[in-house]
């Protein structure tokens, strides 16, 4: 059975879509099966990995019944695309609108370790899918002095996923994204974030740099393209592996980081 991950924020521009490309990156090279989902009709995933825009189906065709899952991956992303818009507004017409993912993802049963679902900059149906879907939500957070208040709101929309469809979903933890800890702002937002949520913080953060832009024009994983950087997603997802009890890949992990 696959770990389901779905990955938010409330807001836009947190680095969610980075965080799923790059900790599918991470977690391939441990040697898991990772499958990872553009929930997105910005389509950034699918760009990051270079998945063709004219790829099809994607994941607009599944949720309005046009497609199976298993169809629309292409080379272990199913692709978005600027139609999934239109697909959320015919979704949110029908019986069971919050449960079309999870009932999508029985198709793919048993081929994959670890899904992870990139959730758009919005907390709708398309977020909600996401969250129904998913046995963990991931939330990254900006490092700014908001960072509580859209926590919050990501979590209460949790606790309504969970009271629709989805009693065991749990949280993962919260990730301080795209942050410079030598600003008082940065390290504010974290001490914060602690005070409130204890260890739900990941101790690792995400370093800002220009050079994730570099990466994701050129097409090049952070973990190549900036090794010193990438250390960053190595450390998060050794968290993130010991949160989901995997000590397998935990050794493969420890092992990469060693060489
Ligand atoms: N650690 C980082 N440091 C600096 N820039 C980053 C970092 N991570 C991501 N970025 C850049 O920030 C921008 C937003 O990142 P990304 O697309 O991952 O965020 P997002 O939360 O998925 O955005 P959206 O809400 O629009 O889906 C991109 O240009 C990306 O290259
Ligand atoms: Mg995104």
Redesign the pocket.
Known sequence: MAETIAVL?Q?????????VRTLADVLRRCALRVLAIDL?P?G?LSDYFDVPPDAAPTIGDVLVGAATLAAAVHDDVVPAALPLAEAELQLAGRMGRELTLKRALRDLEGDYDVVFV?C??ALGLLTVNGLVAADHALI?SEAQHFALQGVAQVLDLVEVARDIHNEDLSWLGVVL??ADMRTVHSREAYAALRREYGDKVFETT?????A??ES?ERGVSILDHRPDLGADYLALADELLERLEMAGPRRRLRRLRAA
């Open positions: 924020s807001k836009g521009g947190t680095g969610k879509t980075t965080a997105d910005q950034n990139d758009p900059p990254s994204n795209i995400i370093r800002a740099s220009i994730y832009a994701a």
